[in-house]
């Protein structure tokens, strides 16, 4: 808490503590509760920045940051707003979007950002539209990444290597976040001064139930059938393993 005071016109601030004034000009206002983030003092504004976030204010004519602490403007400087610098998780509105191969997903996701530069931020995007431009930019992108792919590319990709083993790829998780965070990543920190942290697919799932059943159904068959063409290529290679024995044993 501070005190406040006028002398010859002149607002003055005391410290905390005990203060001797000798003066009959000196006129006593009030206790200025700290508590408070913007206050005003006749014609100065006491500003409190606490941390996780910082002050804008236009000093001498040009727009600065204001750090954690204690700042005092009197006029032509100008105090502008607050800018969170913490980490924020932004909920993306659940929507529908169609694959290539025109099959309507049910897609929910969120997303993990901090405001890096808070002066390109002021400067370039209006008084806290920072949401709105991120849910933006990422819906567009995330509707462009699924039309350029189809039901195939979103489910799970696996590779055989030359000694028959199975090689697990990337999730179609996996591929539009990488793709998502090169996109619009580099997109917002260099035109908003957002750095976009983390993309996180809460939903993807196709929004026709009876399609989505019978794609699962097909898809038990074709692992039904994997399973039946390893198990007749194993007692295949037994055969001919038992061939070539029963013909060495002949010849000899």
């Known amino acids: 808490m501070l005190g406040y005071g006028v002398?010859?016109?002149?607002?003055?601030?005391?410290?905390?503590?005990?203060?001797?004034i000798v003066s009959y000009e000196f006129i006593w206002r009030r206790n200025i509760d700290l508590k408070d983030t913007e206050i005003k003092i006749g014609q100065w504004t006491?500003?409190?920045?606490?941390f996780g976030r910082v002050g804008v204010a236009t000093l001498a004519g040009?727009?600065?940051?204001?750090?954690?602490?204690l700042h005092m403007f009197e006029p032509p400087d100008?105090?502008?707003?607050?800018?969170?610098?913490?980490?924020?998780?932004?909920?993306?509105?659940e929507c529908v979007q169609e694959s290539?191969?025109?099959?309507?997903?049910?897609?929910?996701a969120n997303i993990s950002y901090f405001v890096k530069d808070p002066l390109m931020l002021i400067q370039r995007v209006q008084d806290q539209q920072a949401a709105l431009v991120i849910t933006e930019v990422s819906s567009a992108a995330i509707a462009a990444i699924i039309r350029s792919s189809t039901l195939g590319d979103m489910a799970?990709?696996?590779?055989?290597?030359?000694?028959?083993?199975?090689?697990?790829?990337?999730?179609?998780?996996?591929?539009?976040?990488?793709?998502?965070?090169s996109q619009v990543g580099q997109h917002l920190i260099t035109t908003t001064g957002i750095e976009i942290s983390n993309i996180n697919i809460e939903k993807l799932r196709i929004k026709d139930m009876n399609l989505a059943a019978l794609i699962?159904?097909?898809?038990?068959k074709i692992s039904e059938l994997e399973a039946q063409h390893k198990t007749l290529k194993k007692k295949k290679y037994r055969l001919r393993g038992r061939?070539?024995?029963?013909?060495?044993?002949?010849?000899?």
Not at 7 to 20: A, D, N, Y
Not at 46 to 50: A, S
Not at 100 to 108: C, G, R
């Open 243 to 252: 061939s070539s024995e029963t013909a060495k044993a002949h010849r000899g």
């Open 46 to 50: 006491l500003v409190r920045v606490d």
């Open 62 to 69: 040009k727009m600065s940051i204001l750090r954690p602490g």
């Open 78 to 93: 100008v105090f502008l707003r607050f800018v969170n610098t913490r980490l924020q998780i932004l909920q993306l509105p």
């Open 156 to 181: 799970m990709a696996s590779k055989v290597d030359s000694a028959g083993k199975q090689i697990e790829g990337e999730t179609f998780h996996e591929k539009l976040h990488t793709k998502f965070m």
């Open 7 to 20: 002398e010859k016109g002149v607002p003055i601030l005391l410290s905390p503590g005990r203060h001797k």
């Open 216 to 220: 699962s159904a097909q898809a038990v």
């Open 100 to 108: 290539s191969d025109y099959v309507p997903l049910v897609v929910k």
